[in-house]
């Protein structure tokens, strides 16, 4: 078989290059499928009207074996967890009362859901440090310390 020319290379370099576009083209222009609009509303039903974090007892159960896991109770006394009862911070008994997280964040879920997980970006210089925690187990921390005085 004869080598190809340098233009033959090139055309079929072109072709596998324009190769998805044609496609997508075949699809409708990439227009997304009508299935996929109606899957997209149906999951959006599915989501609760209030964070699932507002006193969901699934979420405070994953808080709990986070809190467990990761060892924030090593620092803080935490209503619930037995063992140990840190000193290093300060007790976490009747948090969800308290008006400002570390004096100077509002008490919200999401300023909380941000401050066990990473306290020194949330608020410069304290003394807590960062969590190895996932932004979703933050969120399960914050259900947790908010409805502990309930359990
Ligand atoms: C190494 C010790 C240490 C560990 C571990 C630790 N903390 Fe803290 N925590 C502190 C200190 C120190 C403060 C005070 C920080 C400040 O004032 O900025 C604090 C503050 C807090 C506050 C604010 C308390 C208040 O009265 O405003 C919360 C809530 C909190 N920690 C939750 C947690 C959670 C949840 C974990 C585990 C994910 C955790 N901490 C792990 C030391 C720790």
Same mark, same amino acid.
Request: no cysteine; proline share 12%; glycine share 16%.
């Given at each position: 078989m004869q080598a190809a020319t340098s233009t033959q290379v090139a055309a079929r370099r072109a072709e596998r290059r324009d190769a998805p576009f044609a496609n997508r083209n075949r699809r409708g222009g990439g227009a997304v499928p009508a299935s996929l609009v109606a899957l997209a509303l149906l999951a959006g039903c599915k989501?609760?009207?209030?964070?699932?974090?507002?006193?969901?007892s699934a979420a405070m159960e994953r808080g709990r074996e986070v809190i467990e896991r990761v060892g924030c109770a090593a620092c803080h006394e935490i209503?619930?967890?037995?063992?140990? @009862? $840190?000193?290093?911070?300060?007790? =976490? @008994? $009747?948090?969800?009362?308290?008006? =400002?997280i570390a004096g100077a964040l509002p008490n919200d879920a999401e300023n909380l859901a941000s401050f066990v997980r990473n306290a020194p970006a949330t608020k410069p210089g304290s003394t807590m440090p960062a969590m190895p925690i996932t932004a979703e187990e933050a969120r399960d921390v914050a259900a947790y310390l908010y409805g502990m005085n309930d359990v």
């Open positions: 989501e609760p009207a209030l964070p699932r974090y507002d006193f969901d209503p619930g967890i037995d063992w140990p @009862k $840190g000193r290093l911070g300060t007790s =976490l @008994k $009747g948090f969800d009362d308290i008006g =400002l």
